[in-house]
Antibody, heavy 121, light 113 residues
């Protein structure tokens, strides 16, 4: 059974940093790209980062570029999201999602349960 | 304002059929596959349709997808109260940044009357 479990969320002040982790199981982790998708309270979904199966390629939307970095440890089946210079508008539930491909052609076939990140001023 | 445009809400009676549209452009829907996601209240999104019209195993054939030009459509037949959820379309966009970017529509709330 495919599972992703996020951890590392919580309350942080504006300008602070937080590192999210996503532990995956039930599939050949290094063969798949992974992404993080967030959802602000009462709002829609926003993709915030992706990483290839090898970890050699990463991509971000302009809204988080330069502040967020994504990495993975294929020996531990874990993907990370390092979030720096956090803003109130980064407050959201962050979901880890398994990607069927890297970049064009991708879609998210499994999702974690999500972890709440709250940024206060 | 999302680059992919969905109606905020649609409604229909149990047993009826409903369609949800997703409108984009040549840099996203026009040249890439579309997927659809269902988010029940308080839960994570779930993949319903991928590569425009394919259903993952376990998704009933009441759910269907199609794409024409720069628009995509999700269809749901035989509506059930358990289908009340928010539905999101998603696709890749090649114009929003140098390396490309994944996009979601704004979401459509399905109300089963």
């Amino acid at each position: 059974e495919v599972q992703m479990v996020e951890s590392g969320g919580g309350l942080v002040q504006t300008g602070g940093s937080l590192r999210l982790s996503c532990a995956a199981s039930g599939f050949s982790f290094s063969n798949y790209a992974m992404s993080w998708v967030r959802q602000a309270p009462g709002k829609g979904l926003e993709w915030v980062s992706g990483i290839s199966g090898s970890g050699g390629a990463t991509y971000f939307p302009d809204s988080v570029k330069g502040r967020f970095t994504i990495s993975r440890d294929n020996s531990k089946n874990t993907v990370f999201l390092q979030m720096n210079s956090l803003r109130v508008e980064d407050t959201a539930i962050y979901y880890c999602a398994k990607d069927q491909a890297y970049g064009s052609g991708s879609f998210f076939d499994y999702w974690g349960q999500g972890i709440l990140v709250t940024v206060s001023s | 304002q999302s680059v992919l445009t969905q109606p905020p809400s649609v409604s229909a009676a149990p047993g009826q059929k409903v369609t949800i549209s997703c409108s984009g452009s040549s840099s996203n829907i026009g040249n890439n596959y579309v997927s659809w996601y269902q988010q029940l209240p308080g839960t994570a999104p779930k993949l319903l349709i991928y590569e425009n019209n394919k259903r993952p195993s376990g998704i009933p054939d009441r759910f269907s997808g199609s794409k024409s030009g720069t628009s995509a459509t999700l269809g749901i037949t035989g509506l059930q109260t358990g289908d009340e959820a928010i539905y999101y379309c998603g696709t890749w966009d090649s114009s929003l940044s140098v390396s490309g970017s994944w996009l979601f529509g704004g979401g459509t709330k399905l109300i089963v009357l």
